[in-house]
């Protein structure tokens, strides 16, 4: 990897203790992420993480924690949003796969390669909350928005439009 990750926590699996990992994010860091993400900011972000070796693969079990801000999807407007979410991936290391159609089981979707003895835990916590951002998220405003600017709401422009429309002639 040539570019150093926002959220970056090296740890040595050679090197697990029994107790979890806490990660708490600085300011800058925030920053950096909510650049990375496309939101307006990140005003808190911290995971608490239990790590399991099991032979060369590393169970990373916890929650994250975060306060953002970003835009209404309709308004624009800034949205306060709290996220508390279970964060749950695994670390294998990394192997040549030589086929050229891949089927993953749901266990194999949250595998995180990892190549000699390190892993980057930051990194894993930046993208479960990746995940958890709402890319559509609406505040309370978006349906005045809606009506203001001539769109339809989901209720005129779902699959039973076309026969609402019909009923009311």
Do not use: C, Y
């Given at each position: 990897m040539?570019?150093?990750?926002?959220l970056s926590r090296v740890i040595d699996r050679r090197q697990i203790?029994?107790?979890p990992v806490e990660i708490v994010a600085t300011p800058a860091e925030c920053a950096a992420l909510a650049d990375r993400f496309g939101i307006v900011r990140i005003e808190r972000l911290d995971a608490v993480v239990?790590?399991?070796?099991?032979?060369?693969?590393?169970?990373?079990?916890g929650r994250l924690h975060a306060d953002i801000v970003q835009s209404c999807a309709i308004s624009g407007d800034d949205l306060s949003?709290?996220?508390?979410?279970p964060l749950a991936v695994r670390f294998v290391p990394d192997q040549v796969i030589e086929v050229e159609e891949l089927e993953l089981t749901?266990?194999?979707l949250d595998d995180i390669p990892y190549t000699g003895t390190t892993f980057d835990l930051g990194e894993?916590?930046?993208?479960?909350?990746?995940?958890?951002?709402?890319?559509y998220a609406t505040g309370p405003d978006a349906d005045r928005?809606?009506?203001e600017k001539g769109l339809l709401d989901e209720a005129s422009s779902g699959p039973f439009a076309a026969l609402a429309a019909?009923?009311?002639d």
């Open positions: 040539t570019e150093e990750a926002e203790l029994a107790k239990h790590l399991t070796v099991n032979g060369p693969d590393v169970e990373a079990k949003v709290q996220i508390d979410t749901g266990d194999e894993a916590v930046a993208q479960t909350l990746a995940l958890s951002i709402d890319p928005v809606r009506r019909l009923k009311k």
